[in-house]
């Protein structure tokens, strides 16, 4: 069992910057990828960016590349999102999510979930 949980969430101005955390217990979590994804109200859950195993690769959504930054630090088992220039169309609920398999581009590739911190950009 993986457990994820999920900090560093806010309300910041347009423009500025908040880098989320998600720490994840047990000692397997090199073996999985890792990715955020968000949720509006009234919105369906969106992938925002997703990292492998050992920072092999990363990929990100359209509307945040050059903004967004996904990294990890396996010593840590924790996972970050620095999000930098945000736009109140960014506002939502962050959740981070472990994927035990190669997958990492849609909700059924990942197996275990957060629980999610708000992010409130305001114009």
């Known amino acids: 069992q993986v457990q994820l949980v999920e900090s560093g969430g806010g309300l910041v101005q347009a423009g500025g910057s908040l880098r989320l955390s998600c720490a994840a217990s047990g000692r397997t979590f090199n073996r999985y990828s890792m990715g955020w994804f968000r949720q509006a109200p009234g919105k369906e859950r969106e992938f925002v960016a997703a990292i492998t195993r050992n920072d092999l690769f990363t990929h990100y959504t359209d509307s945040v590349k050059g903004r967004f930054t996904i990294s990890r630090d396996n010593a840590k088992n924790t996972v970050y999102l620095q999000m930098n220039n945000l736009e109140p169309e960014d506002t939502a609920v962050y959740s981070c999510?472990?994927?035990?398999?190669?997958?990492?581009?849609?909700?059924?590739?990942?197996?275990?979930w957060g629980q999610g911190t708000q992010v409130t950009v305001s114009s």
């Open positions: 999510a472990a994927a035990a398999g190669s997958g990492y581009t849609r909700l059924s590739d990942y197996n275990y």
